[in-house]
């Protein structure tokens, strides 16, 4: 029983390189959006032509990530959800939200302060966690059954 | 054809009351999440009991907010989600991914600002507006095919 | 937005009386199984004819009886799951399954002393009772927004 | 056509390793929860943080639990649920209701004692059996056509 | 809980009408196919134009039904399928399947003699029937809990 | 039983006012899309605000037509999606995709030149048209049973 | 594109071995009910115990075999039904339908004098064909695009 | 994360081989409908048997293409849905809306001078492109994150 995990959110950490090295382990298939925030921006009309507008050259970016992203979650068990200190981070909220519709199994990883306002996001998810070692442990639980210590 | 619309977002303006009264003279059935935001927030322990941890105060009333905000989007036919200019929001975003892996049509609205961060949750909706007077007319032209001027 | 609501479990004791009195003011649809015992029992061989071995007795009548449970969670918003102080009773678990399998809102109700049997239950449900009560201020909130006191 | 089997139920006899033994020249992988009934009730807390609240803890852990579950299940083409002598096991009729919902092929293997409390759940199961030799049989004619004699 | 019934199958006897009115005091919608054989069987030709060749006038014809079959099927709760004494009826096996694959409640009525040829129908069913009247008991027992005697 | 039917497809003829005054003793509700060609074009752009870039406007526009579009089909029991004899149609073979991967029941209405490049569209329907009235008598039998002449 | 195919029906001549044989250079995974008839009818009792009345003979061994059907069926791209020229067969067109519901593509095998009693079978099937030389040349071309001669 | 990408649409230009050629170092497999158009049009009546009314000749030839077509479309996670300069293409408008129901991302790719009637097919995608070499550019993207340039 391999898991395949999307690992949606935040890009300013390196939060899933710790993910992905501590489940190395393990018989995980991990995926991501594009985490190279420039090529993200601009992927759209870098492709299809470029948009005075700033709304539409955002818009054909984020129409070619969608491709990307919802094949991701589409062929997710688990869906990790990483909300971090800066930003508005809707993006991440919608894939929580988008993950959770689809019964994707949810790990929200926020820092405390985020607490209150991610309530209706954590009511979603099956495990909340502080620090992406937890979440190798409960890939390491899912799969082989063993809790830390 | 009468739609049913349900109205996600941003609690502390008028929005609401703007869109069902511009839109009285339409079939439209609208439905929203509980807006006062104290019953809101305490409404899980008022019912099944006091928690002394912010953590399960929080989940519990978020859980019983779920079944009213499930129903809700689920018996739409379009979801409106209105971004405000202050706090998190991460509900309303949670809100428009579940009701886009639901195939919903949807209306964003939120102010001019919020154009970038939010452009991931635009390149899943049918329309985005900056003004409740727009949703309305959108409503309008739906049910009626007129276009205003 | 009324609410149609399945009443799933325990049958010897009046609390989908006090449910259903309690939300008497409420928009609710309330359905529940068959619960005269002998009739759920008996109503497979006394409409399709007699059965020596019992397995099949109750084989015949455990498959009418689905006729009416199945229609009864399909149709439901919210399913509320009554575990008793005796007796088996899983056909209360497998409807609470059942319904979370399709998405449902889950409610259960049950006496403190089997909260750790139930806990895969309760992982699945947005709300833990032990009181009827508690069920209709739920149902109270969820369609007005009020909670007690 | 190899099949995919998850193994539900009671984690206190050997059960499983009698499936899995008699089945192990057929084109079957088998599925299970963690059968470390420790490892099961404390995984929550020991890799989430501690709650001193018994509610909450098992909570924690059957949320992470539900993780290895609900990928067991939705994976599987046959699911057997094991009913042991002893316990509730609403565990194990949860897990044939959900199942059932999601239209995976049922055997319930149970001790003949139980027939009545469990006639709900045999009236969703294509097999009921009480040796688990009779499930590799039901195995091994689903894959070659071959009955035992 | 009003029910919605489909009944399929043979259409040269009167069992239609006896369960109509043996439930004409229970809350059940019932909807057929067009009995009328002829009209059955010369509507599409009669409406799209006259085909020389047998297949294709049977064809236009099977296809303009499936307009009404399809709709009867999709919005029933119990489908009732009736298998007389004469003629190969593949229709109504088909309409079983059909039912079953959309997770209808299936009841099948039947003479005795044709239970071995049936038998893979039967496992699809919540019950077999011999007679018209005990598929109206089972529709009383499912809406009001009576059952006869 | 009455029927949901949606009209697609050309809108320069009075097609769709023929089938809805043939039909006016039946049970049908019938949907459509705006029919006024401006109004269908300019309801973004008129809306939501001008668009120097004609794609862009355009898209607009066919965005918000979607939401009736998609509400239409979505809630038919039977599509008819008319080809006329002019332009490119495209909007009508897509809706009738759209309908098929939905099953819906589709009918099409077409001239007789057109029958060569309509061919996959024509393999997804169950009845193909030439005249308005037709599809009236296909309503008519699905309805009543009864056929012309 | 490696095809899935599932060969239902007729289990009293070599049509299955013919089709496989002639589409053995191509990429085709055949899967088959349990064509033992003996097998088949006596799998049931011969591993869950023997039962005096003869229905619920057949019915333990048809429970038994709709795990083999219906995984064979759900996993298919392609469901070919052959009826033959004896027997009720009523299976096979409860496979039809089965199939038809979940959106497989249907091929009929079936020789001419059943053609008007199968018409509603063939209103499902994007194939009708007589040898099974032809379901050979079908799948060949859906695969390699070659038509015969 | 491999693509798998159906290529529907105009088949008398080599935009097949482009796209194919240019992504031949990405992990994307590529399937298509039956590019040779003789073997498309006569490949029901070479296999199934002549048919004197070219209605019915174009019809079994589709059917059986829709074979391919189906399994196509509903195997890829991308649909690049090709417009040409000539003919009515409705089979690829068709296509994406048939593809767009089902939630598959896709591209278009056509001429510019197509714009304005492909407004409808455009709001179902995810990108609109020219050149065949900007599909290569979003594959490439989707698959590595690289921008051109």
Known sequence: MPLNVYLSGEIHTDWREQIIEGAADLAVEFNSPVTDHDASDDCG????????????????????????????????????VRFGEK?????????????????????????????HPLKEVHAAALAVAEQPAQVVEILRYVLTGKIPG
């Open 45 to 80: 009309v870098a492709i299809l032509g470029e948009e005075p507008n700033k709304y539409w050259h955002d818009h054909k970016g984020a129409m070619v990530n969608a491709i990307r992203t919802r094949k991701g979650i589409a062929d997710a068990d688990v869906v990790v």
């Open 87 to 115: 930003y508005k981070q809707w993006n991440a909220a919608f894939d929580a939200g988008y993950a959770s519709a689809l019964g994707k199994s949810i790990i929200v990883l926020n820092p405390p302060e985020h607490q």
